[in-house]
């Protein structure tokens, strides 16, 4: 009797077994679908920011060659920009609510490149067969390569998916991990903006450093908003936790210091070197955070994330290449020769011209407002001294007039 039952038991216990092991398959494709969704969203995001911004450029360009005497906001070109550019920070706030945090910060890439060909087919410039391989073959190879980082990043991207819930984001916020990776952000800032503002170091690793760190903070409350959102929408109301006020605080805060950073960097550097150092420290330490505080990361085999890495490092080479090739601005000279000027004081130094100091009797030629200017541009301030000519003690004039002979 005992051998008889055994089969019999043994037959009543596969069917129990089989749903268990049927779960998993219907996982994956649920999460791959949902991160495509939200790279798809930040890409559609990045491209559209790309080109409202380039139109209401043109707007700008396009008033200050004419004669027509309206303000910039007054036209329609300008308007559609705007309009573009909240669809695109709408996109790009939504795709946060889909796809983790990792994934979707290093695809801002998306907006470097959709910039690079824009200001390729639109930018009417005269250049000669020649030139074309110096100009625009980097640009080529540049944005190749951002393409090729942005699909290994879509292909091998993190597959962690947890509902925005305010007790889940709660639970991450009191994790010793974060807190632990926050107290060394905090410092190394505090550290940062210490040389920057009492030891004037103003160098541009220094500046998009402390851009960097703001936007990980930024980027971590954007995420948790709209999860939030996102599962609200879903039934959920996560609206009365008030953890969700607090993230919302946090990410208007750390957006509005960043823009300030970033606008100080802009007046002392390049915009390309901007755009390209901002793109790597920002992403690497925006991953970083998004690693530490919702374990983007957790489950993920050795091969996936190497190959995840690959595609960030690709992507900043591509970054790199595309900034590059970009044509420098011409930086505002704001001083005026003395020697140029009649009727002022000869101020030489054996022979080198010498602008006057701002606060002195003689301040034609020098900006009033240079705040933010480095100390580089700042004025010299030497002693005014008048030469003496003659004997009877007559004031020579400010020019010499040389004479020529017929021979000369």
Excluded at 37 to 46: K, P
Aim: glycine content about 6%; charged content about 15%.
């Amino acid at each position: 009797m005992e051998g008889g039952n055994g089969p019999d038991l043994q037959l009543q216990q596969l069917p129990l077994a089989t749903p268990a092991v049927s779960v998993q398959p219907h996982a994956e494709p649920f999460s791959y679908k949902e991160n495509l969704i939200g790279a798809l969203l930040a890409i559609f995001g990045h491209l559209v920011i790309s080109i409202a911004l380039n139109l209401q450029k043109y707007s700008h360009i396009r008033l200050a060659g004419s004669k027509d005497p309206r303000a910039y906001f007054r036209t329609k070109i300008w308007w559609c920009g705007l309009l573009l550019l909240l669809l695109g920070e709408l996109g790009v706030f939504s795709s946060y609510a889909f796809a983790p945090l990792s994934l979707i910060v290093p695809l801002s890439a998306v907006s470097v490149i959709a910039s690079a060909i824009i200001g390729i087919i639109f930018i009417k410039e005269k250049w000669k067969p020649k030139e074309f391989l110096r100009r625009y073959v980097l640009s080529f190879v540049g944005c190749g390569l951002a393409v090729v980082g942005t699909y290994l990043l879509i292909t091998f991207g993190p597959n962690s998916h947890e509902a925005m819930t305010g007790d889940n984001i709660t639970k991450h916020l009191v994790s010793w991990p974060f807190l632990l990776y926050m107290l060394v952000e905090i410092i190394l800032f505090c550290l940062l903006l210490y040389f920057y503002k009492e030891r004037n170091a103003n160098y541009i690793v220094v500046i998009l450093l402390l851009v960097a760190l703001l936007g990980s903070m930024t980027v971590v409350t954007v995420k948790a908003v709209a999860g939030m959102i996102f599962v609200s929408i879903q039934g959920s109301l996560q609206l009365d936790y008030p953890i969700f006020y607090i993230m919302f605080v946090c990410m208007v805060a750390t957006a509005v210091f960043q823009a300030t950073f970033l606008a100080q960097a802009s007046q002392l550097y390049d915009s390309s070197q901007i755009a390209s150092i901002g793109y790597i420290l920002s992403t690497t330490i925006a991953i970083t955070a998004g690693a530490t505080f919702y374990l983007d990361f957790t489950g993920e085999d050795v091969l996936h994330i190497c190959m995840f890495a690959l595609g960030c490092l690709i992507a900043f080479l591509g970054v790199f290449l595309i900034t590059r090739n970009r044509k420098k601005s011409i930086p505002f000279e704001p001083y005026i020769s003395m020697d140029a000027m009649p009727g002022m004081q000869n101020m030489h130094d054996k022979g080198i011209a010498v602008q006057p100091d701002l606060k002195a009797s003689f301040s034609y030629g020098a900006l009033e407002n240079n705040d933010s200017m480095p100390e580089i541009y700042t004025p010299a301030t030497l002693p005014i001294v008048q030469e003496q000519h003659g004997s009877k003690g007559l004031s020579a004039p400010p020019y010499r007039i040389l004479e020529h002979s017929k021979k000369e």
